[in-house]
C-alpha cells in the first residue's frame, strides 16, 4: 500500500473541475484508491463522492493506493496534485 | 397587419418579439419491463447526452468563454460518474424506465448536494439536475423548448403553473394564451409581473410563428402581429401614458394607508416565491398578506424536503424583516395535481381531497411543511393560515399539530417563535361560522377567487362561465360583511387576499366593512394607497 499526504493549494478547494480531472487521472488504475480529507473519506473515482467532501483550501488530504500497479499510480497522482490542486 | 382580442388580465402595452411555447411532444416514459432493455436505452441516451454536451462545451468555450464552459464540463463529467450509474442501473433493475431513473436518480443525488454546508456544493444541486433532465429528455424523445435571447411576449394554448415557474420572468413582456380565465394562474402571474396580458385570445399559435412584432393593449384587449406604422405609434403613445401615471404614482411611495377619517389600512402583497418578496418591496408593500406555497412543490417529482421549505420561508421572512408575512400552508390538489403525490384523479378536484384536507389526512406532508415554518419563525414575523377550512374541528386538529410541532422543535433546540394561526376563508361554511372560527384563530384573510366559485357554483377555470363568476354578487358581499363583523366582535383582524382586494370599486365598501389588510398583487399596492388615502371613508 502507497499513501500520499497532500495539502490542497487550490484557493477554491477541491471543486467539480479538479475532482473530475483527478477522477479522469486515476480512471487508468486498477488500484484501490481512497482520498481522506477531515470531512470524510472517498473513492477517487466516483466524482460526486469526492466533491461530497467539499474539501478546502489548506485541508490536508491523504491518498492511499493499493493493488497491483500501485507504484505507477502513486508516481502519477503525485504529479497530478502537485500541478493541479 | 393583423389583429384580434382577448380578455386582458393587466392593463398596459408591450412591443416586442413573440415566442411560442408548445407542450413537449413526448413519448411516456413507460418500461418495456425488460431491465436489459432499459439499460441498452441509457447506455445510448447517455452517449447521445455526451455528444450534446461535447458540442455545447466547445460552442460555450469559443463563444462565451473559458468559465461558462467549464460548467458544462462539469457535467459531462457527472453523466461518467460511477455512483451516479449505479444508481441508475439500481433503478432499472427495480422495474424503472430508463427515463424515469436518470431523473430520480440525479434528483436523490441534486438533493444531497443542496443540503450540504457549503454554497458552492449547494449551486452543483442545479448542474446535477440540468444533467439528468437532459438525459430524460432525450430518453423521452423530446427535444426541447428553446427560448431565444433578450425579452419576449409568450404565446401558448394554455401555461400550467409548473411551466410558468420554469420561465425566465424578467425576459416575458406580456403573456397571450387561447385558454385560461382572469383567475387562472397565467392571470395571477401576469399581475405579480405587471405585464399586459391576454388570455382566451383568439390569436393562433401558427400566426405568432410567422410573426416579426407582435404588440399587446392590455387596455382593450387587443393583439397585433406585425403592427403598421400608425397602430404601432399609437402603441407607443398609449405607452408613454401609462408610464407617465405609474410615475405619478410615486409620490404614495413611503407613506402611511390611512384614510380621511383615521382608518388605517396594511396595503400587502400576494407572492409565490422568495423572488416575489423582492418585488413587493420594491412596490412598497407593507408586507406579505398571502404566500402561495406551493411553489416548491410543483415542477419537480418529490417532495420538497424540510430544508428547502425551511431556506425558503427564511428567505422570504428576512426580506419583509418586521413586516408581517402570512403563509398559507400546502394548497395542493384541484387545478394544481402533483404527480409524486400519488393522489387519485377525481371527478370533481375543486370538492375533493385538497388544501387543509390533504395536510390532514397525510401528515408525513403537512408536518415538514409546519417545521420549516417554525423554524423560520424566528428570523422574522411569520404568520400562517390553513386553506379550504369547512369545519371548527379542522382548525382545533391543525392547530394541535402546530402546538405539538413546535414542542418537538424546541425539545431538539431550535428557537421558534409565536406564529398567529388564521383561517383563510373560501368555504361558503367556513363564512357562515365566521363567529365560531374567531373564537379559534388569531385572524381571517378572505380568499375571494374560491369563495365566489363555492358560493356561486361556478367553476372559475370554466371560460364559458365568465358572465356567472359575479365578485359582485350580494350573496358574496353578503358573507363578506359577515366575516368581517365576526371578526371585529371577537377582536380578530380580517383581510382580504383574493383577486377583490385589489379592486378599486370594492376596496371602500370593505374598509367601511371593518376589513383592515388588503393583500393584492404587488403593482397594485401603489394605487390602492392612493385610493385609501382619498377615500372618506
Same mark, same amino acid.
Given at each position: 500500500?502507497?499513501?500520499?499526504?497532500?495539502?490542497?493549494?487550490?484557493?477554491?478547494?477541491?471543486?467539480?473541475? $479538479?475532482?473530475?480531472?483527478?477522477?479522469?487521472?486515476?480512471? $487508468?488504475?486498477?488500484?484501490?484508491?481512497?482520498?481522506?480529507?477531515?470531512?470524510?473519506?472517498?473513492?477517487?473515482?466516483?466524482?460526486?463522492?469526492?466533491?461530497?467532501?467539499?474539501?478546502?483550501?489548506?485541508?490536508?488530504?491523504?491518498?492511499?493506493?493499493?493493488?497491483?500497479?500501485?507504484?505507477?499510480?502513486?508516481?502519477?497522482?503525485?504529479?497530478?496534485?502537485?500541478?493541479?490542486? | 397587419?393583423?389583429?384580434?382580442?382577448?380578455?386582458?388580465?393587466?392593463?398596459?402595452?408591450?412591443?416586442?418579439?413573440?415566442?411560442?411555447?408548445?407542450?413537449?411532444?413526448?413519448?411516456? /416514459?413507460?418500461?418495456?419491463?425488460?431491465?436489459?432493455?432499459?439499460?441498452?436505452?441509457?447506455?445510448?441516451?447517455?452517449?447521445?447526452?455526451?455528444?450534446?454536451?461535447?458540442?455545447?462545451?466547445?460552442?460555450?468555450?469559443?463563444?462565451?468563454?473559458?468559465?461558462?464552459?467549464?460548467?458544462?464540463?462539469?457535467?459531462?463529467?457527472?453523466?461518467?460518474?460511477?455512483?451516479?450509474?449505479?444508481?441508475?442501473?439500481?433503478?432499472?433493475?427495480?422495474?424503472?424506465?430508463?427515463?424515469?431513473?436518470?431523473?430520480?436518480?440525479?434528483?436523490?443525488?441534486?438533493?444531497?448536494?443542496?443540503?450540504?454546508?457549503?454554497?458552492?456544493?449547494?449551486?452543483?444541486?442545479?448542474?446535477?439536475?440540468?444533467?439528468?433532465?437532459? %438525459?430524460?429528455?432525450? #430518453?423521452?424523445?423530446?427535444?426541447?423548448?428553446?427560448?431565444?435571447?433578450?425579452?419576449?411576449?409568450?404565446?401558448?394554448?394554455?401555461?400550467?403553473?409548473?411551466?410558468?415557474?420554469?420561465? /425566465?420572468?424578467?425576459?416575458?413582456?406580456?403573456?397571450?394564451?387561447?385558454?385560461?380565465?382572469?383567475?387562472?394562474?397565467?392571470?395571477?402571474?401576469?399581475?405579480? #409581473?405587471?405585464?399586459?396580458?391576454?388570455?382566451?385570445?383568439?390569436?393562433?399559435?401558427?400566426?405568432?410563428?410567422?410573426?416579426?412584432?407582435?404588440?399587446?393593449?392590455?387596455?382593450?384587449?387587443?393583439? !397585433?402581429?406585425?403592427?403598421?406604422?400608425?397602430?404601432?405609434?399609437?402603441?407607443?403613445?398609449?405607452?408613454?401614458?401609462?408610464?407617465?401615471?405609474?410615475?405619478? %404614482?410615486?409620490?404614495?411611495?413611503?407613506?402611511?394607508?390611512?384614510?380621511?377619517?383615521?382608518?388605517?389600512?396594511?396595503?400587502?402583497?400576494?407572492?409565490?416565491?422568495?423572488? =416575489?418578496?423582492?418585488?413587493? %418591496?420594491?412596490?412598497?408593500?407593507?408586507?406579505?398578506?398571502?404566500?402561495?406555497?406551493?411553489?416548491?412543490?410543483?415542477?419537480?417529482?418529490?417532495?420538497?424536503?424540510?430544508?428547502?421549505?425551511?431556506? &425558503?420561508?427564511?428567505?422570504?421572512?428576512?426580506?419583509?424583516?418586521?413586516? /408581517?408575512?402570512?403563509?398559507?400552508?400546502? =394548497?395542493?390538489?384541484?387545478?394544481?395535481?402533483?404527480?409524486?403525490?400519488?393522489?387519485?384523479?377525481?371527478?370533481?378536484?375543486?370538492?375533493?381531497?385538497?388544501?387543509?384536507?390533504?395536510?390532514?389526512?397525510?401528515?408525513?406532508?403537512?408536518?415538514?411543511?409546519?417545521?420549516?415554518?417554525?423554524?423560520?419563525? &424566528? !428570523?422574522?414575523?411569520?404568520?400562517?393560515?390553513?386553506?379550504?377550512?369547512?369545519?371548527?374541528?379542522?382548525?382545533?386538529?391543525?392547530?394541535?399539530?402546530?402546538?405539538?410541532?413546535?414542542?418537538?422543535?424546541?425539545?431538539?433546540?431550535?428557537?421558534?417563535? =409565536?406564529?398567529?394561526?388564521?383561517?383563510?376563508?373560501?368555504?361558503?361554511?367556513?363564512?357562515?361560522?365566521?363567529?365560531?372560527?374567531?373564537?379559534?384563530?388569531?385572524?381571517?384573510?378572505?380568499?375571494?377567487?374560491?369563495?365566489?366559485?363555492?358560493?356561486?357554483?361556478?367553476?372559475?377555470?370554466?371560460?364559458?362561465?365568465?358572465?356567472? !363568476?359575479? /365578485?359582485?354578487?350580494?350573496?358574496?358581499?353578503?358573507?363578506?360583511?359577515?366575516?368581517?363583523?365576526?371578526?371585529?366582535?371577537?377582536?380578530?383582524?380580517?383581510?382580504?387576499?383574493?383577486?377583490?382586494?385589489?379592486?378599486?370599486?370594492?376596496?371602500?365598501?370593505?374598509?367601511?366593512?371593518? !376589513?383592515?389588510? #388588503?393583500?393584492?398583487?404587488?403593482?397594485?399596492?401603489?394605487?390602492?394607497?392612493?385610493?385609501?388615502?382619498?377615500? =372618506?371613508?
Amino acid at each position: 500500500m502507497k499513501e500520499i499526504k497532500h495539502v490542497i493549494n487550490d484557493p477554491l478547494g477541491m471543486h467539480a473541475r $479538479p475532482a473530475g480531472m483527478l477522477v479522469k487521472a486515476v480512471a $487508468p488504475f486498477a488500484s484501490t484508491i481512497t482520498v481522506t480529507a477531515p470531512t470524510g473519506t472517498a473513492d477517487a473515482k466516483r466524482l460526486m463522492a469526492l466533491m461530497r467532501l467539499a474539501a478546502k483550501q489548506g485541508m490536508e488530504l491523504t491518498i492511499t493506493i493499493e493493488g497491483a500497479d500501485e507504484e505507477k499510480a502513486a508516481a502519477e497522482l503525485q504529479a497530478f496534485l502537485t500541478a493541479n490542486l | 397587419m393583423k389583429k384580434g382580442i382577448g380578455l386582458p388580465v393587466f392593463p398596459g402595452v408591450a412591443i416586442g418579439p413573440a415566442v411560442v411555447y408548445r407542450k413537449a411532444q413526448r413519448t411516456l /416514459p413507460v418500461s418495456s419491463g425488460d431491465p436489459a432493455l432499459e439499460k441498452a436505452k441509457f447506455t445510448a441516451a447517455l452517449d447521445t447526452a455526451r455528444e450534446q454536451l461535447t458540442a455545447l462545451y466547445e460552442k460555450a468555450k469559443a463563444e462565451i468563454g473559458e468559465e461558462q464552459a467549464a460548467i458544462v464540463e462539469v457535467q459531462l463529467l457527472m453523466l461518467d460518474d460511477l455512483d451516479y450509474l449505479d444508481g441508475v442501473n439500481l433503478a432499472i433493475e427495480g422495474g424503472a424506465a430508463a427515463a424515469i431513473a436518470a431523473l430520480d436518480t440525479g434528483e436523490e443525488f441534486a438533493q444531497i448536494f443542496a443540503a450540504m454546508d457549503d454554497e458552492y456544493m449547494n449551486a452543483r444541486s442545479a448542474d446535477i439536475r440540468d444533467m439528468s433532465h437532459r %438525459l430524460y429528455d432525450i #430518453l423521452c424523445g423530446n427535444t426541447g423548448f428553446q427560448l431565444p435571447e433578450g425579452s419576449f411576449l409568450l404565446v401558448a394554448e394554455d401555461l400550467a403553473p409548473s411551466e410558468t415557474i420554469q420561465l /425566465p420572468r424578467e425576459r416575458i413582456m406580456a403573456f397571450i394564451t387561447r385558454q385560461g380565465s382572469s383567475s387562472s394562474h397565467t392571470a395571477i402571474l401576469a399581475r405579480t #409581473l405587471n405585464i399586459p396580458s391576454l388570455v382566451q385570445s383568439d390569436i393562433t399559435l401558427e400566426t405568432a410563428d410567422e410573426c416579426q412584432i407582435l404588440a399587446v393593449d392590455g387596455f382593450t384587449g387587443t393583439w !397585433y402581429v406585425d403592427p403598421d406604422e400608425e397602430t404601432l405609434a399609437m402603441l407607443r403613445a398609449k405607452q408613454a401614458e401609462a408610464a407617465a401615471a405609474r410615475n405619478a %404614482l410615486e409620490q404614495y411611495r413611503g407613506k402611511e394607508s390611512v384614510t380621511r377619517s383615521g382608518k388605517k389600512v396594511l396595503l400587502v402583497a400576494n407572492i409565490g416565491c422568495p423572488e =416575489d418578496a423582492v418585488d413587493a %418591496l420594491k412596490a412598497d408593500a407593507e408586507g406579505v398578506g398571502l404566500m402561495r406555497s406551493e411553489f416548491l412543490y410543483l415542477g419537480r417529482n418529490s417532495l420538497p424536503t424540510e430544508d428547502e421549505l425551511f431556506e &425558503a420561508y427564511k428567505q422570504v421572512a428576512e426580506t419583509m424583516a418586521h413586516r /408581517p408575512v402570512v403563509i398559507r400552508t400546502l =394548497d395542493i390538489g384541484a387545478d394544481k395535481q402533483v404527480s409524486y403525490l400519488g393522489l387519485e384523479a377525481e371527478e370533481n378536484p375543486a370538492l375533493g381531497l385538497r388544501g387543509l384536507r390533504i395536510c390532514l389526512t397525510n401528515e408525513e406532508i403537512f408536518r415538514p411543511q409546519l417545521r420549516a415554518i417554525y423554524r423560520a419563525s &424566528a !428570523y422574522g414575523n411569520l404568520h400562517m393560515m390553513f386553506p379550504m377550512v369547512a369545519s371548527v374541528w379542522e382548525l382545533k386538529a391543525a392547530k394541535a399539530l402546530c402546538a405539538k410541532v413546535r414542542k418537538e422543535l424546541e425539545d431538539e433546540g431550535y428557537p421558534t417563535k =409565536d406564529v398567529p394561526i388564521g383561517v383563510m376563508v373560501e368555504t361558503p361554511a367556513a363564512a357562515v361560522l365566521a363567529n365560531e372560527l374567531a373564537k379559534e384563530a388569531a385572524f381571517f384573510s378572505v380568499g375571494t377567487n374560491d369563495l365566489t366559485q363555492y358560493t356561486l357554483a361556478v367553476d372559475r377555470q370554466n371560460a364559458k362561465l365568465g358572465e356567472f !363568476y359575479d /365578485p359582485y354578487h350580494p350573496a358574496l358581499l353578503a358573507l363578506m360583511a359577515h366575516i368581517a363583523k365576526a371578526a371585529n366582535d371577537n377582536g380578530i383582524w380580517a383581510g382580504i387576499c383574493g383577486e377583490l382586494g385589489a379592486d378599486p370599486k370594492l376596496q371602500e365598501k370593505f374598509i367601511e366593512m371593518g !376589513y383592515t389588510e #388588503l393583500s393584492m398583487a404587488a403593482g397594485r399596492i401603489l394605487e390602492s394607497r392612493k385610493l385609501v388615502c382619498e377615500s =372618506d371613508v
